[in-house]
DNA sequence: TGTTGTGAACTACTTCACAGCA
DNA sequence: TGCTGTGAAGTAGTTCACAACA
């Protein structure tokens, strides 16, 4: 290997603001990348990858310029090295342990989903306040009393944590989660959080996934604009 | 009741195109609004709901702006009106039909999530290949041999799927449902589908969340733009 | 030749600010 | 007065297009 061009990789250009955007794409070209790979593909050009996506060359391009060179002009990116580069940007080259806390059905299936692990998260430890589930061991963890939430935190250094409790309770246990430590929520409940300014949050609404379908599909004069 | 401004309720101007942001937006306000007219308020501002919710009070005219005129100037907007008239936009004023691919983990806990039926939303049929899963009951519904998905979708005529398989399976399986005529598809596979442009689709991809909240929490120079 | 990296141009989205209405 | 609806202004994100390089 001659020269590793992210010269310092995963480091970001001090004054970078990085639209949020622009990382979930990097997430979708770290997937497509790993697909490539496993397949036996070694090197990549910005408009294949844009192209297996759905987006421009250019796109892809400007995105990675967002954390530094990583190409070869004329030859493209070689997939080895962008795979290490992206994950370095996503934070996933060492793994993540993340709490889960609320464990009904939809709990119960996230921690036998599969896809955590690819992506290096592991969820080391679930939370319930129902005494009937607190003892239950689900896919290989053990449901624990919300109370103890806060010393597992703190003992195993977690920083993320699911929240998939129904929506009336999502805010309490958000605040718990707060409490405790946590850093940054991935929400199911349909509920929009209050949250202080240090703690970040994505939400995942499955019945809106199917209203942004619903009106896709119902409105033959409005075109959606990607 | 004076006068039903929207003039034909859910009708668009024809010659918009509403960008998709605008429309998951949408759903947001809805959800908010039936959270509010629940608890017994009658009336909201545009400063009112946006606050709840992280908008400015501009941004929520101007989207509701994409679709008519729904609010009383001095008052603000009646919740129930504008409920009505945002299901009237999005389509969910009457059913829809569902049919779920894939009655794994993940998909036995989908056929159990409560939130569809509140935005209108029924689960009619499910589907596997696995001769082990075909015949059993899942939350009342039965599961269905693969090869039976044409029939019922004409049978019942369903326009919206959601696709719950492997990744490795995930292409098939869309291909299935766009023979049988779907016309949109919610994707929990960690794929980027190929389909024809008629078919719409929206990806959930449960691993790429908790990747935002990983970049999110480990950058501490760049700054998310929301 | 093929492909990157990147300013410049363009497009899309958001916020401002205010006329008009109740 | 309070609040909507909406052009105008401003900001953010995307595409263009080309120099530089292998």
């Known amino acids: ?33 790993q ?6 593909q070694q090197t990549i050009s910005s408009s ?19 954390f530094g060179q990583f190409g070869y002009p004329g030859v493209g990116y070689r997939c080895d090295e962008l795979i290490h580069a992206m994950r370095d940007i996503l934070g996933t080259n060492h793994a ?3 709490v ?32 009937a589930k607190v003892g239950q061991t689900i ?14 935190v703190k003992e195993k250094g977690i920083r993320l944590g699911m929240l998939v409790v129904p929506a009336q309770r999502a805010q309490e246990a958000a605040d718990r989660l707060v409490a405790a430590g946590i850093e940054g929520i991935v929400n199911f409940a349909p509920v929009t ?4 300014p240090h703690v970040q949050s994505v939400s995942v609404d499955l019945a809106i996934e199917l209203e942004q379908l619903s009106f896709a599909v119902t409105s033959k004069l409005a075109k959606i604009v990607p």
Chains 1, 2 share one sequence.
Do not use: C
């Open 96 to 98: 993540w342990p993340v």
């Open 193 to 196: 959080l209050t949250l202080p």
């Open 35 to 40: 697909r490539l790979e496993a397949a036996g």
């Open 1 to 33: 290997m001659t020269d590793f061009r992210p010269q310092q990789p995963g480091e970001i250009p001090s004054d970078a603001t990085v639209p949020k955007v622009v990382v979930s794409r990097i997430s979708l070209y770290l997937r497509e990348l």
């Open 139 to 152: 896919q290989g963890v053990r449901v624990q009393h919300i109370d103890e939430l806060p010393a597992v």
């Open 100 to 131: 889960m806390v609320g464990v009904g059905n939809l709990g119960q299936a996230l921690l036998g989903y599969r896809g955590f692990g690819r992506q290096n998260f592991a969820i080391e430890a679930a939370f319930d306040a129902d005494p």
């Open 48 to 66: 294949q990858l844009g192209t297996l996506l759905g987006f421009s060359d250019a796109q892809v391009r400007k995105d990675l310029g967002f």
